[in-house]
């Protein structure tokens, strides 16, 4: 480790300062906590001048994951593996069994410690980090150079209350990203439903009352004027029967659900009052979750283009791309589009973002609108911070 680079030491208080608003920075840019765990760990491994730092994670099933390693590699320590056999009486069985901040001073008199002696460690420190009350994990370094100095627990729970703090609060969003997409699934799951009853029942109850009143009125006691009253009657409820089609559509279309992302767009295209061209480039099948929110933004947006843009043209475009799902809707229209204005766009991009994607408005002035959403294929997996802690407080 070079000077520069790791310069100070735990005593050193203003570059462990530094350093912990180096890391705060980092967690407030909501980085991803695998970034944060890697961060903190190397801030750690620098500050204590320590030749090894790990963080490593407890599992509900009494495993543990190392989820950082500096200083060594090897197959023991890979990050995201469990964490095994280590010694009953080393650092990480002891936070475990304690829920306090441990020391070995000597690896070389530790039954089991040989793994550690040949990574040429003599001492270390294991610092307990607490999420909410319960034991999540611990931060241990690993010395060359004998026994770590006597404060190095004191000035390691700094970082692993930090560290705590942002999962904590990772854990936090993880919870509400969960709660808004059940409630975005409750809520198709409800339109699909009434798309299915409509079909199933009211539809079809018109249909036939419809054929009903035809064979009524062809019948030769009825007299010309109430024959035609009969038939008119039959077409109006015809009509309503093809509005009522449209609401389902707009609910929740068989299409989509049949035949995929692209034809559902293409009908939606066919159906708009202006010309609308279309680019589909997904896989015939994307989850359903994935489909059912794309064909709202475009099946919202295009009715924004018809009801405020004064558009002559729109564009609609889907495609995949490094596990992406990336849609567009654009228009030539007067701009000046603001979620803030209205109740449609804000349920897009709560929708969108519920998928764990995101959806931006570019409407300038006289500039035409743009909306584009992009809503990873797979839905981020919130990596490492779902853990909600083992259930332990300190001895
Ligand atoms: N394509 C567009 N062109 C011009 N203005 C738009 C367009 N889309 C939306 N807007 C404007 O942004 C507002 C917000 O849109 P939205 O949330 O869908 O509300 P609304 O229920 O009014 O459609 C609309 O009221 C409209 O003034
Ligand atoms: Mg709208």
Redesign the pocket.
């Known amino acids: 480790m070079t000077r520069g680079e790791c310069d100070g030491g735990l005593d050193d208080i203003y570059g462990a300062h530094d350093a912990l608003r180096r890391l705060a920075a980092l967690i407030s840019r909501r980085a991803r906590p695998a970034a944060i765990f890697a961060a903190v760990t190397r801030e750690v491994r620098c500050r204590a001048q320590a030749a090894t730092a790990r963080m490593i994670r407890f599992e509900s099933d009494g495993t543990a994951t190392v989820v950082a390693n500096e200083g060594t590699g090897g197959p023991h320590v890979r990050v995201g593996h469990e964490w095994s056999g280590f010694p009953e009486a080393g650092i990480t069985s002891l936070v475990w069994r304690t829920g306090r901040a441990v020391r070995i001073d000597d690896y070389r008199d530790l039954p089991g410690g040989g793994l550690y002696v040949s990574e040429g460690l003599i001492g270390a420190v294991g610092v307990p980090i607490f999420v909410h009350g319960a034991l999540w994990g611990l931060i241990a370094i690993g010395s060359c150079a004998g026994p770590l100095p006597a404060d190095t627990e004191v000035q390691l729970a700094e970082f692993t209350n930090l560290t705590a703090t942002a999962i904590a609060t990772a854990q936090g969003r993880a919870e509400i990203e969960t709660s808004r997409a059940r409630i975005v699934m409750a809520s198709d799951e409800s339109r699909r439903r009434i798309e299915r009853d409509l079909h199933d029942g009211a539809q079809q109850r018109l249909v036939a009352l419809a054929l009903r009143l035809a064979t009524l009125s062809g019948h030769e006691s009825v007299l010309p004027p109430v024959r035609d009253k009969l038939e008119r009657t039959a077409r109006d409820l015809l009509d309503v029967v093809d509005n009522l089609r449209e609401i389902a559509q707009g609910l929740h279309p068989a299409i989509l659900s049949e035949a995929g992302l692209g034809p559902a767009l293409r009908a939606l295209a066919l159906r708009a009052s202006l010309p609308v061209t279309v680019g589909v480039d997904v896989p015939s099948r994307l989850p359903q979750a994935l489909e059912v929110g794309a064909y709202y933004v475009v099946s919202?947006?295009l009715?924004?283009?018809l009801?405020?843009?004064r558009?002559t043209h729109a564009d609609i475009s889907a495609a995949t791309a490094d596990g992406l799902l990336i849609v567009t809707v654009a228009?030539d229209?007067?701009?000046?589009?603001?979620?803030a204005?209205?109740?449609?766009?804000?349920g897009l991009r709560d929708r969108v973002e519920a998928l764990g994607g995101e959806l931006t408005v570019d409407?300038p002035a006289g500039g035409g609108?743009r909306i584009r959403c992009e809503i990873p294929e797979g839905g981020d997996m919130v990596l490492l911070a779902q853990n909600p802690g083992v259930q332990r407080k300190p001895a």
């Open positions: 919202e947006a009715a924004n283009v009801k405020h843009s558009a228009d229209g007067v701009g000046g589009a603001e979620l204005n209205g109740t449609g766009l804000i409407s609108t």
